[in-house]
């Protein structure tokens, strides 16, 4: 909304308005450009108009859309998705990724995960095994060795650990 607010304010229209990506009908001036840039900012928002750094979002805002807001299982693996979804070969797109961001996309995908864990764990309504089912992991083992190599706890550590600060807060 607030893009769409900034664009008409400059009497710019647009086709598409989604996140990370605009589509402006007309051409737009370097003063325009630097006042929709200026106004974006104020509310915590960047205008990238680098080909490179805009990929880099797309690639980070798909994986986030899968890790938390999508129930359904994947129907292909990340790397086919992420490459149907941007349209660019994987290769590519993990070349850039890496270069870029100094970390890889499985590393990306993997940190993400283990967030997403985390926070099912304290939400406390999943077991361990519904959680590595609901995150498409082989194994709670899997999840487990995941989740310990990123964090340093187990995830039953974690939990006890959220308990005890509970526990901590309950008893003031």
């Known amino acids: 909304m607030v893009v769409k607010q900034e664009l008409k304010k400059l009497g710019l229209h647009y086709v598409v308005v989604e996140l990370g ?3 402006i009908l007309e051409d737009i001036s370097v ?3 630097d006042e929709f840039s200026t106004a974006l900012l104020r509310f915590g928002l960047e205008l990238m108009d680098n080909k ?9 805002n798909v994986i986030v859309e899968l890790i938390h807001h ?3 299982p994947l129907k ?3 790397s086919d998705h992420l490459s149907e979804r941007l349209n660019h070969d994987y290769t590519y797109l ?3 990724f890496s270069e870029v961001e100094g970390i890889t996309i499985e590393h990306y995908i993997i940190t993400h995960k283990i967030e997403r864990v ?3 764990l304290v939400y406390d309504e999943l077991s361990l095994k519904e959680i590595s089912y609901k995150l498409h992991y082989s194994s709670i083992a899997h999840l487990s060795n995941q989740f310990k190599k990123i964090t340093g706890l187990t995830p039953s550590h974690f939990k006890k650990l959220k308990d005890y600060r509970r526990q901590g807060i309950e008893n003031v």
Do not use: M, R
């Open 21 to 23: 990506e605009v589509e």
């Open 31 to 33: 003063a325009q450009k």
């Open 52 to 60: 490179k750094s805009i990929l880099i979002e797309k690639i980070k």
């Open 70 to 72: 999508t129930e359904a």
């Open 76 to 78: 292909t693996n990340f």
């Open 94 to 96: 993990a070349n850039l």
């Open 118 to 120: 985390k926070e099912l």
